[in-house]
């Protein structure tokens, strides 16, 4: 199994940015679609961001949108996550996922069907 890898989490201040990198164990990496999810503590996981590797359609969780953009590049098979303008409540160990197969054509099928995660890496956010 091609294993996911995060970094770029850290200690930043309210108002702060931060970007986050999700690369894949190999470059023969193939998956359809790549999400950014979130879980702080005594929370559910949560929904955060995803993105189609062809075409780079992206779709977000409303408590992020303007806030944080995904992208990716299709050569290193990396996904990113900026996140400006953090707030105390985004803080969370952030974890990248890979979606197999379609659909991601709406809501819920942008935030379902993943099945291969990373360790997860950890953003605090201080008032």
């Known amino acids: 199994q091609v294993q996911l890898v995060e970094s770029g989490g850290g200690l930043v201040q309210a108002g702060g940015s931060l970007r986050l990198s999700c690369a894949a164990s190999?470059?023969?990496?193939?998956?359809?679609?790549m999400g950014w999810f979130r879980q702080a503590p005594g929370k559910e996981r949560e929904f955060v961001a995803a993105?189609?590797?062809?075409?780079?359609?992206?779709y977000y969780a409303d408590s992020v949108k303007g806030r944080f953009t995904i992208s990716r590049e299709n050569a290193k098979s990396t996904v990113y996550l900026q996140m400006n303008n953090l707030r105390p409540e985004d803080t969370a160990v952030y974890y990248c996922?890979?979606?197999?197969?379609?659909?991601?054509?709406?809501?819920?099928?942008?935030?379902?069907?993943?099945?291969?995660w990373g360790q997860g890496t950890q953003v605090t956010v201080s008032s």
């Open positions: 996922a890979a979606k197999d197969s379609p659909p991601f054509t709406s809501a819920s099928s942008y935030y379902t069907g993943y099945k291969n």
């Open positions: 993105i189609r590797w062809i075409g780079g359609i992206t």
């Open positions: 190999r470059r023969t990496f193939n998956s359809y679609a």
